[in-house]
């Protein structure tokens, strides 16, 4: 399946650890607006700490919105030492983003 999402790489200066933080306060933030309900049925992400990368499915407004905070949380903590932009994800990334966030 292929499925549109926000790639966040980041640079080696960020901790990955501090990026699952960041996501996982951000899956609060969120969840507080859309509720628990909807993060479950579309809160699709997934945090590939070898890749330094993380991806957010932007095919809802939850994801859209997840993908606002958290680059509103690492802007603020690393300093923007990190790239965002619209892939299409296939394959095993695309399954990955069926998962309820999974961080690898």
Known sequence: MIRTAYRFSFEPEV?????????????????????????????????????????IDAE?????????????FMSNSSGGCFRTEMVECKGQLGDMLDLYGAFV
């Open 15 to 55: 901790s990955m650890d501090e990026v699952e933080n960041a996501l996982a306060l951000s899956t609060i933030a969120v969840e507080s607006i859309h509720g628990e309900q909807a993060m479950m049925i579309d809160g699709k992400f997934t945090v590939l700490k070898r890749a330094r990368t993380c991806l």
């Open 60 to 72: 809802t407004q939850l994801g859209c919105d997840l993908a606002r905070v958290l680059a509103g």
